[in-house]
């Protein structure tokens, strides 16, 4: 029963996702093979956005891929492994305790990648909980002022940021935390930026980054920090969402809207 649902789970998300992209248009693709850097955003557990990225980066045909989800240790094991197996290379690398979703909603994305270079952004623990407890700008060092991270931020960005923060921890958290929360999420941006700077220099355009739709949005994660860093690189974003944004969505170049995953309501063990 449930192979059954797996199945059917996976076959409603193909489908959701050649719908989707169906509406993606010809100008759109386009650009993002024109651009150096394409971000496609996703919400982490919903296998449609994965389809879908798989099905752009076969348009796109990229020179290398970055993933959020992958240590750069992970990444040299993905980058020296044959790849004709990528369950093993999945239990290889450990990326069933990595806390991602399944490996089997990625699964088409390593498929699409195939035997192109594969770069990791993920971060130690360690230096997150760093930059929660000392800001962002002390744990990156000599690079923070070429990301912006030696400033703070407007007080408007810094306040809309905690609240987006609070609602992702269902409000289970002291409100004081969550500028600690922001800095640790201003650290992800620019690190993650840094390594894509890193492949887009190492292997040419264009280089396709797999990674959330907070450190995918235009305003204030990569794709800012990427202009400020390097103003001449181009970049493209593709936000896959879960809702249509009344009038589009600013955030992004491309959106593209798919049907909510089926998941439990993730706050529902703090209401109780």
């Known amino acids: 029963m449930r192979h059954f649902r797996h199945m059917l789970t996976a076959c409603l998300a193909a489908v959701a996702a050649n719908a989707a992209i169906a509406e993606v248009d010809a100008d759109d693709i386009a650009r993002m093979r024109a651009a150096d850097i394409v971000l496609l955003g996703e919400v982490h557990d919903n296998a449609a956005h994965h389809l879908g990225q798989a099905k752009l980066m076969a348009e796109i045909a990229p020179r290398a891929v970055v993933f959020e989800m992958l240590t750069p240790d992970q990444a040299a ?7 004709s197996d990528l369950d093993a290379l999945a239990q290889q690398i450990g990326w069933a305790e990595s806390g991602w979703p399944d ?5 088409p994305v390593f498929e699409a990648a195939g035997q192109t270079p594969v770069f990791g952004a993920a971060l130690p623990r360690d230096r997150v909980r760093a930059a929660f407890e000392s800001g962002a700008a002390e744990v990156l060092g000599a690079e923070a002022g070429r990301f912006g991270l ?3 931020l407007p007080q408007a960005e810094q306040e809309a940021r905690a609240a987006l923060q609070f609602a992702a921890h269902c409000e289970a958290m002291p409100m004081e935390m969550m500028g600690g929360m922001v800095e640790a999420q201003r650290l992800r941006d620019a690190a993650f930026s840094a390594t894509t700077l890193e492949a887009l220099a ?22 800012a920090l990427i202009a400020r860093a390097a103003p001449d690189t181009t970049v493209h974003v593709v936000g896959f969402v879960e809702a249509p944004a009344e ?13 909510p995953a089926d998941r439990p309501d993730p706050c529902a063990a703090f209401n109780k």
């Not at 094991?77 to 790849?83: E, G, L, M, T, Y």
């Not at 490996?103 to 699964?107: C, E, I, N, P, V």
């Not at 969505?249 to 809207?257: E, G, L, N, S």
């Open 77 to 83: 094991q993905v980058n020296a492994d044959s790849r």
């Open 103 to 107: 490996f089997a909603l990625y699964r």
């Open 150 to 152: 030696d400033a703070p």
């Open 202 to 223: 190492t292997y040419g355009a264009p280089v396709v980054v797999i990674t959330g739709n907070g450190h995918a949005r235009k305003d204030w994660a990569m794709p």
């Open 247 to 259: 009038g589009g969505d600013p955030r992004y170049d491309t959106t593209i809207v798919t049907a």
